[in-house]
């Protein structure tokens, strides 16, 4: 497959301006029916090539005169002819199958409902189009179908009529009146149920709102139908932002590749970001809903009226958007616990993404699909990367240089470039050096070493930077360095407790700061003020200081982490010693027991500080990841920590027991997570007994994670009855396959296995085969690193055959298999097998090809 690079993008020679397009719905074949608008763009002659898929075409017209076959060429990627004038219409009619889409790319029946996925190149499927972000258009989509089957029939924009055709067929005509690429199409049509909302902008327009789910869903979509209430009036508050279409449409839909799609006035979604009760859904899931939701309104503004002008500019809409959302759920939310839940994120697989093969700058050079590049870095990266930009500014600065940019740019396809330009323009802030950020993979590694001289009360800080997977001449990046310094009581000693803000934009630096009294403790990259590894680790003591002193919450939490990474790690080391401990230092001992009893701190804060970081974390603090040794020091660290403070977990657990807090719920199960890995028969019973006693799907799936992991009777009793209790609700029966393909007992593998013939299994559903196959590779270190192969061997079956039916599913699967350098050999030679197994299948997909590929590389 062909490689395409940023640096080739020429601007396109023709533009399409309107298309009229009328969508024939049928069982067998879908007509669809494009009337399109041409102007020249560019000179470069009058060659129009438009791209298209699994098409049939029936007939081209230009300027009304049907063209015949031997003046046009065409290939199963493209259509291409000549163009009359610099002016002129074209009409295509096409024939395609939706009902035989299985990539869920273009236009696709889910639940026998049709829907359309587009981003990024999907449009070309429905019909031949040129089908790039930089071509904008206004769509008119008029929808004919079966109107018993089909009784709703949605679009893009506002409804302009609807009513029956001469021969019964029911049609509903869509005016999107905003000029849009074609990846921002949709259509929906089926069967559905609809819950109405409405809400009133700032200027006091009444804006319908509507989300459609399968009948029988209506009384779980409050949850979805308030966030976004709250979104539009955040985006109105916060960045001055209104909505401009007089309806927003959200459909649920249960086949969908990823979380949701941002098509212009009609969202589609992933079921599992809008269907939600506390019966069926966890406060994960609540919170999940409430970020998605507001993602893709924000988009409206960050991604649809100003567009990106090729896939290389992604981040441009994706990055910001993220950073937007992050913004919101912190407003919602506990901002303290939602920056960790961030940074846990972008630790999780955007680092080790960005430190393995397939590592790229948030604006890549070159791609082979672009669907492998909706990453954790063009993602939660690009994120950071603004984030920054907005502390380097400063909240008001940044509102500048973001009006700016809408003002500027509204109704066009634009750069990375000219985002940051308008943001330096608006602020009147430089940031020549901080554009690198756009253009240097990896994640810079920072150093600190510091100095106290007490004569001259002159404390300084020596800064590092370095960037290996950059390469050696890498310039600096410009890196903002949130500080704070504490005294030995733990006050701070610089103006303002948000710290100071040095900019770091040399390999080396000192930084010097008078007139302090004593040797002070550092508080570095206060908030995570930049998405870097911080390499010094301070002695045990300064981190326990930090710990209870730190008046920043998000370096607080830090510091346990790293107080218990340091533990772990330790216990690791010494695996095989004599001097083997099985339980973590008494520093981080006492600092634990002090967090026990701190109830003025926030619920969700304290769970989120108790919880021990998870094994795939410690394994990424590791130049070769100790799979087995890593999972026995962390087993074991719960097992004596519960046995310790078996009086104090338990009081903390009735304490927060029946109370209706997401906070609280969090806290108690975190406790029971650890008096259950004491493995004793009464906390198994009381996680047993919260499993049936439960209210919630938080504490029933906390109480069921709890006892899959045992071979007690309970587990088997619980499995079967949560699968009987749930078993026509799909999103629910996702989680009862996650659990299982998540537990560490060690008869899990052949678990998984079985759990492929079970009848609700099928790789043709994305969730579930996230639920039960991505959960595994991801979430199941021990199993899936099992020395045997036998995980490896699972996991490239599985990418194999969904290669066949779902590429761009198939293609995420692989990345697991790619950080094999950080193996053990034996572990390294059976991943490659695996890997080499992938990439001699027939028939490899572009998408499987490429991340296989690069993997081994
Ligand atoms: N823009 C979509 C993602 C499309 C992915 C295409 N493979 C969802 C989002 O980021 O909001
Ligand atoms: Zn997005």
Known sequence: PATIFLKDYKAPTFRITDVQLTVELGEETTRVTSNLSFSRNTDGGQQVRLHGENLTLVSLEVEGREIPPAEYTHTDKDLTFLAPSDQFTARIVTDIRPQDNTELEGLYKSSGNFCTQCEAEGFRKITYFMDRPDVMATFTTTVIGDGSKYPVMLSNGNLDGHGTLKDGRQFFRWVDPHPKPAYLFALVAGDLACVSDEFVTMSGRRIDLKIYVEKGDEDKCAHAMQSLKNSMKWDEEKYGREYDLDIFMIVAVSDFN??????????????????????????????????????????????????????FQLTLKEGLTVFRDQQFSADMNSAAVKRIEDVQRLRAAQFPEDAGPLAHPIQPQSYVEINNFYTATIYEKGAEVIRMIHTLLGEEKFRKGMDLYFDRHDGQAVTTEEFVAALEDGSGVDLTQFRRWYTQPGTPEITVTDQYDPATRRYSLTVRQDNPKAGPKAPPLHI???????????????????????????????????????????????????????????????????FKNDSDPFNRWEAGQ????????????????????????????????????????????????????GENYIGQQMPIVAVDAIHEARSASMRSIGTRFEDDLTRIYNQ?????????????????????????????????????????????????????????????????????????????????????????????????EGLLKHPAFTLLNPNRVRSLIGAFAAGN??????????GYRFLSDRIMELNKTNPQIAARLVSPLGQWRRYSPERQTLMKEALNRILETENLSPHVFEMTNKSLN
Not at 706 to 732: G, K, M, S
């Open 781 to 790: 270190p021990v199993h899936f690193h099992s020395i045997s192969g036998r």
């Open 562 to 613: 790293r107080l218990a990474t340091r533990c772990l790690l330790d216990m690791v080391e010494k695996h095989d010693s004599p001097e083997r401990p099985n339980a973590p230092s008494g520093t981080f001992m006492d600092a634990f027991a002090a967090l026990l009893t701190d109830e003025d701190l926030d619920p969700a804060f304290r769970a989120a500080a108790m919880a021990l970081p």
């Open 258 to 311: 990823m979380g949701a799609m941002e098509n212009k006035g009609l969202n589609v979604f992933n079921s599992k970001y809008v269907l939600a009760s506390p019966e069926t859904a966890t406060d994960a899931d609540f919170d999940g809903i409430e970020s998605v939701i507001a993602h893709e309104y924000f988009h409206n503004w960050t991604g649809n009226r100003i567009t990106c002008r090729d896939w």
């Open 656 to 752: 927060n027991s029946g109370q209706d807090n997401m906070g609280c719920r969090r806290l108690k199960n975190v406790a029971l997570s650890y008096l259950t890995a004491t493995e004793s028969e009464d906390h198994i019973l009381l996680a047993a007994r919260q499993y049936r006693e439960a209210t919630n799907m938080t504490d029933r799936v906390a109480a069921l994670g709890r006892l899959v992991d045992t071979d007690h009777p309970e587990h088997d009793a619980a499995l079967a009855d949560f699968y009987a209790r749930w078993e026509t609700d799909q999103l629910v029966i996702d989680k009862w396959f996650t659990l299982q393909a998540m537990a560490s007992r060690p008869q899990a593998m052949d678990d998984v």
């Open 480 to 546: 903002p360095l949130s500080l704070g310094l504490l005294d030995d009581q733990g006050h701070e000693l610089m103006e303002g407790a948000a710290g100071n803000m040095l900019n770091l934009t040399e390999h080396e630096q000192t930084f010097t700061f008078d007139d302090i009294p004593a040797r002070p403790v550092p508080s570095l990259f206060r908030n995570f003020s930049a998405p870097v590894k911080l390499g010094s680790n301070p002695a045990d003591e300064r981190l326990d200081f930090l």
